[in-house]
């Protein structure tokens, strides 16, 4: 595709509950990054992957978080437990190979936690 | 830790104006500036990218500039148009070991009045 995309747009939920939120990176990058924008804050880091693995996840949260990229391209974060706090807007961005790599966003998914 | 400062937090303009957005940053030890804009419900467009051993960039109407030992950056933007509302960030990377990482400022949403 011509850019990163990322699904779905939207996503409400109830507290407790699971969800899953995806984003395909664009075609040939390697690098992919995580971060969340609360209201009102800049985004702040969550996690960066380099081919299929987490070179660095240091920015999540808590033990209710987690990211995979199994075959290096489309990556699924999870939240497990959703609370309140967890709303957000989460963005998604790819770089072509190095980590200093100019990063190019997707749209985002907005999160809301019931 | 690096904190990224951007001032003021909301501005509002008439067409035709020129304006001045201010970001600032605690650690000088950085790879380089970006600044972006934010659209609602879409994601983070790169206006210029500033290298550290760069004064300044220019891009049609936008022109930033960067003082990386007094922490300081501007973007400034000539004869703003009502297009131009959107909410703009200011992002730096670090330079050494976690240089893929972006920390963001929390934004100024810039309204330009017909």
């Known amino acids: 595709g011509a850019g990163v995309s990322q699904t779905p747009s939207n996503k409400v939920t109830e507290k407790g509950k699971y969800v899953e939120l995806r984003c395909d990176p664009i075609s040939g990058h390697t690098a992919l990054y995580w971060y969340r924008q609360s209201l009102g804050q800049g985004p702040e880091f969550l996690i960066y992957f380099q081919g299929t693995g987490a070179a660095d996840d240091s920015g999540l949260p808590n033990d209710r978080f987690f990211a995979v990229r199994p075959e290096g391209s489309v990556s699924t974060l999870k939240i497990q437990r959703t609370e309140r706090g967890d709303s957000a807007v989460y963005l998604c961005a790819s770089s072509p190979s190095f980590g200093t790599d100019t990063q190019y966003f997707g749209p985002g998914t907005r999160l809301t936690v019931l | 830790k690096q904190e990224v400062t951007q001032i003021p937090a909301a501005l509002s303009v008439p067409e035709g104006e020129n304006l001045v957005l201010n970001c600032s940053f605690t650690?000088?030890?950085?790879?380089?500036l970006q600044w972006f804009r934010q659209d609602p419900g879409k994601g983070l467009t790169s206006l210029l990218l500033?290298?550290?051993?760069?004064r300044e960039q220019t891009s049609g109407r936008l022109n930033a500039s960067l003082d990386k030992s007094s922490g300081r950056s501007t973007l400034y933007i000539a004869a703003s148009q009502p297009g131009d509302s959107a909410t703009y960030l200011c992002?730096?990377?670090?330079?050494?070991?976690?240089?893929?990482?972006?920390?963001f400022g929390k934004g100024t949403l810039l309204t330009v009045n017909p």
């Open positions: 992002a730096v990377r670090q330079s050494g070991g976690s240089n893929y990482k972006l920390t």
């Open positions: 500033i290298q550290s051993s760069q």
């Open positions: 650690d000088s030890a950085i790879y380089n």
